[in-house]
């Protein structure tokens, strides 16, 4: 069984240390865009914290198990008055924020204002005995085209750790180099960039991720085995419509490249009641179809589960994947939500 499981961790992820998808993979990244996209942070009217867990292919011993933490908040945001949604935010009628800013011009409406975003980023990919962990930092800035609509660009950095514990795989090969090998980690930098055009109802971004092509390799044998970090392109957009007054509907779609893999995409929906409750799909091409629910709880907590049900050769071996992800929505003075909470 160690020999087959072996085999199947090595087809899965040689292309990963060579020139393919190297990045973890989740289900819900419309629930974090920052995972796919710098230019996110700073877009809330508060503190935005993440936490996710994905359990992939359950049922497959030593399959990949994937787990993030971040966090990303405003600097210089001054546009509370304006409602992230299409429903009303509960109005400042005492305390200290009542009059925390007017306009310099007799209007009704808030005149928008360029600010910044910061935020932080850590991930761990692990499969077997192979084992990723990225730690980074990210910023953005937001320029308002109009009342409604802004343009934010943003870059993240970092580090990204590879290891390799070869007590968790069985070498079928007696004298293998790397079961002799006494270096068994990798420390590389890491960069991404990325665009994003936003509103309350529409977002549309691209990004790119591993910037830097930097080499590296598990081995100091002789030849070396050549492997380097690949650059990963996203493009991500979504438009949401009102069905009356209570319901609205978001359809969207990521498209991805990690050359020389070819273009994948996902393909998703998500319906809400009153911005408090949503159930959705998801389809990834060649690859799985996807159930997502969620709810929020008083401009403070958001929980999202999703469940794969894998449509590729994998499916006989496995019971799918899991995924969840908890937010919190910290000093949310207006308890409202940005829009990236519903992307």
């Keep these: 069984m160690k020999k087959h499981l072996f085999l199947l961790l090595l087809l899965a992820w040689l292309p990963s240390f060579g020139q393919a998808q190297q990045l973890p993979h989740y289900s819900q990244y419309m629930l974090n865009p920052l995972l796919l996209n710098p230019a996110l942070s700073g877009t809330d009217n508060y503190l935005d914290i993440r936490t996710g867990y994905r359990n992939q292919w359950v049922g497959l011993e030593g399959a990949p198990t994937s787990y993030y933490l971040s966090a990303h908040m405003p600097l210089g945001r001054l546009d509370y008055i304006n409602s992230a949604t299409s429903f009303s935010p509960r109005p400042i009628s005492k305390g200290k924020y009542r009059n925390q800013w007017k306009p310099p011009h007799r209007s009704t409406s808030q005149k928008p204002r360029a600010h910044h975003g910061v935020g932080a980023l850590v991930q761990v990919d692990q499969a077997g005995g192979l084992k990723r962990t990225d730690g980074q930092l990210t910023y953005a800035y937001h320029l308002p085209l109009n009342a409604d ?195």
């Excluded at 609509?149 to 070869?166: I, M, P």
């Excluded at 007590?167 to 270096?183: C, I, N, S, W, Y």
């Design 149 to 343: 609509l802004k343009l934010s660009a943003g870059v993240v950095a970092g580090f990204t750790q590879y290891s390799l514990n070869r007590d968790l795989l069985t070498f079928t090969a007696a004298g293998d180099p790397v079961t002799t090998a006494r270096e068994y980690n990798r420390l590389l930098p890491n960069v991404g960039v990325g665009v994003m055009l936003y509103s309350s109802r529409l977002y549309a971004g691209i990004s790119v991720a591993q910037v830097l092509p930097t080499p590296f390799s598990f081995r100091n044998s002789e030849p070396e085995v050549p492997a380097k970090q690949q650059r990963h392109v996203f493009a991500h957009g979504g438009y949401r419509f009102f069905l009356g007054k209570h319901f609205s509907v978001m359809p969207s779609l990521v498209v991805k490249h990690a050359s020389p893999s070819p273009v994948s995409f996902d393909a998703n929906t998500k319906v809400y009641w009153r911005d408090q409750f949503w159930v959705g799909g998801s389809y990834r091409h060649h690859d799985a179809t996807v159930l997502m629910a969620g709810f929020q709880l008083r401009q403070l907590l958001h929980l999202g589960y999703a469940y794969d049900m894998t449509t590729s050769a994998l499916s006989s071996v496995s019971h799918g994947s899991h995924e969840l992800v908890l937010g919190l929505m910290l000093r949310n003075k207006r308890d409202i939500y940005s829009p990236s909470q519903y992307w």
